[in-house]
């Protein structure tokens, strides 16, 4: 199994900063794409960012210029910097990663508890 725990979250003011992680742990083979989600209060969920294990990212429009996802491969850690918050932006934040637990297994999406972010004056 593979377990993603999310770190980071927390209050910020409007036009603030906060810098998301998430640290994927247990029998990995290999991790294939991760991203962010995110979830507001009677809403959806929606997909917030995403990056392949190449580097290659891709952004929901209503944060595209504002927050970078990347990830640290050796540490099979996730981040994103999210700047210039908006209070729109209240939601909990989720990890999921696309992991191969054994070469001989198919991906699975996994996903994290999620991480509470309020923007807020």
């Known amino acids: 199994q593979v377990q993603l725990v999310e770190s980071g979250g927390g209050l910020v003011q409007p036009g603030g900063s906060l810098r998301l992680s998430c640290a994927a742990s247990g029998s990995i083979f290999s991790i294939y794409a991760m991203g962010w989600y995110r979830q507001a209060p009677g809403k959806q969920r929606e997909l917030v960012a995403v990056i392949t294990s190449g580097g290659s990212t891709n952004y929901a429009d209503s944060v595209k210029g504002r927050f970078t996802v990347s990830r640290d491969n050796a540490k099979n850690t996730l981040y994103l910097q999210m700047n210039s918050l908006k209070p729109e932006d209240t939601a909990v934040y989720y990890c999921?990663?696309?992991?191969?637990?054994?070469?001989?297994?198919?991906?699975?999406?996994?996903w994290g508890q999620g991480t509470q972010v309020t923007v807020s004056s």
């Open positions: 999921s990663a696309e992991a191969q637990i054994t070469k001989a297994t198919i991906p699975y999406d996994y």
